[in-house]
């Protein structure tokens, strides 16, 4: 996998975290809710729930990426570059989903899915 997409696909692992942090962690307060569209407390107290679940796969894919790579660098490159591109795949059709289901949300999904998406793109063209 070259150095390229490995350095995307870190990005995207380090925005999942990210997101897991707001989803999962921080989610609770009103500067976070609101940035997910929520107007309400009941609304972010309906939402948190899923929220909170939605953290967790954003953390299991970072996750996912992060032992790939150290898969690679540890020599089994095969292994580590097919975690690494599903991971990748994941968090690049996850974004597609959010954009049909919103036009709204088109930032935060071009946000979620670009730096895989290159990270997909690297691998293949380079």
């Known amino acids: 996998m ?21 989803e999962s962690v921080t989610f609770t307060r009103p500067e976070v809710w609101r940035r997910f569209g ?18 967790f796969y954003n953390l299991f894919l970072a996750g996912g990426i992060v032992v790939g790579l150290g898969l690679i660098a540890a020599g089994q490159t095969d292994a580590g570059r097919a975690i690494v591109l599903f991971a990748c795949a994941c968090m690049v059709l996850a974004g597609i989903v959010l954009i049909a289901t919103s036009r709204a949300m088109l930032r935060a999904a071009l946000l979620q899915l670009v730096a895989p998406l290159l990270a997909i793109v690297a691998t293949v063209v380079l």
Do not use: C, K, S, W
């Open 38 to 55: 929520l107007e309400t407390q009941a609304q972010a107290d309906t939402v948190r729930p899923m929220a909170f679940n939605q953290g």
């Open 2 to 22: 070259p150095p390229i997409a490995q350095v995307f696909a870190l990005v995207a692992a380090a925005l999942h975290v990210v997101f897991f942090y707001f």
